[in-house]
């Protein structure tokens, strides 16, 4: 089981038991959270969507530390202008850990209806666009044979034309040898 949960603005992937790092959150130590803008819930293959979050869904969690990250260089450099900055940022983050998803109540029971719903109306929809698809294509097979006939006119008409401007043009005539020069031999 997981869930898609948006904590701090940024959206994360929790599963029970597991740790993740977010951006500092003003809890203390110890604390214990509830994260209720969840977006998506999987069970046992079961996925829940929520538009845009589920209803009554709750992830709970617990603080466990607060850290720095790693620390990154920033370095800018402009050629041949002798302009160089170099600074450092190390970002502030809390450790929680999940402790259970969905622990409040469980809309699973009316969720999956909803969902069954959704797949039957787009099996409903996709029949008709599928019967259009299959009449189109009838009409335009019957059209590519007229089209073929004019293009095989078309390719017979240049061939007669070739040759007849290959008639009419009189033979390349041959460049004459070269004389020697008066007087040297």
Not at 66 to 72: F, L, P, T, Y
Not at 91 to 117: C, D, H, R, Y
Not at 174 to 185: E, F, N, T, V
């Amino acid at each position: 089981m997981y869930a898609i949960v948006e904590i701090a603005g940024q959206q994360f992937k929790v599963e029970e038991g597991k740790k993740i790092f977010v951006h500092r959150l003003e809890a203390e130590e110890g604390k214990e959270l509830e994260f209720d803008k969840v977006l998506l819930i999987e069970d046992e293959g079961k996925i829940i969507i929520g538009e845009p979050t589920i209803k009554d869904a709750v992830i709970e969690g617990k603080v466990l530390d607060h850290i720095r990250g790693d620390k990154v260089i920033v370095f800018k450099k402009k050629r041949k202008k002798g302009f160089r900055i170099k600074n450092g940022h190390r970002q502030n983050f809390t450790e929680v850990e999940i402790l259970s998803i969905n622990g409040k109540s469980s809309p699973k029971k009316a969720a999956p209806k909803k969902e069954e719903a959704k797949v039957t109306d787009v099996i409903v929809a996709e029949e008709p666009v599928k019967k259009k698809k299959a009449a189109a294509k009838k009409p335009a097979a019957i059209k590519e044979a007229p089209v073929k006939e004019a293009r095989e006119k078309k390719v017979a008409e240049k061939k007669v034309t070739e040759k007849k401007v290959a008639a009419k043009k009189p033979a390349a005539k041959k460049p004459a040898a070269r004389k020697p020069a008066k007087g040297k031999k």
